[in-house]
Nanobody, 128 residues
Framework: QVQLVESGGGLVQAGGSLRLSCAAS????????MGWFRQAPGKEREFVAA????????YYADSVKGRFTISRENAKNTVYLQMNSLKPQDTAVYFC?????????????????????WGQGTQVTVSS
């Protein structure tokens, strides 16, 4: 298990940018597949992006492809989500997630159940 703490959320106008950070505790952070999910009011939590242990492989939901970028700094035990060209429909609580299984295995599902550790979430609100 790894403990995760998100930060960087806030209120931004449509077309703007935000960068979310997720700080992880534990010496084995570099071995984890990391992901970002989001949950809008009244909706289920949905997959946004994932990155493998070394940062070489990434995967995005179609709704954010080309606008969001996931990255990680293993030396800092931190994963990021750079969000550009934000839209009102991106408004949600954003959650960081970690999973010890291999990237390819996790991406086979990309569901909440595929990740074993979660942060508390950070609110992102995009105004029109």
């Amino acid at each position: 298990q790894v403990q995760l703490v998100e930060s960087g959320g806030g209120l931004v106008q449509a077309g703007g940018s935000l960068r979310l950070s997720c700080a992880a505790s534990g010496r084995t952070f570099s071995s984890y597949t990391m992901g970002w999910f989001r949950q809008a009011p009244g909706k289920e939590r949905e997959f946004v992006a994932a990155i493998d242990w070394g940062g070489s492989n990434t995967y995005y939901a179609d709704s954010v492809k080309g606008r969001f970028t996931i990255s990680r700094e293993n030396a800092k035990n931190t994963v990021y989500l750079q969000m550009n060209s934000l839209k009102p429909q991106d408004t949600a609580v954003y959650f960081c997630a970690a999973e010890g299984r291999r990237f390819g295995t996790v991406l086979a599902g990309k569901t909440v159940a595929d990740f074993g550790s979660w942060g508390q979430g950070t609110q992102v609100t995009v105004s029109s």
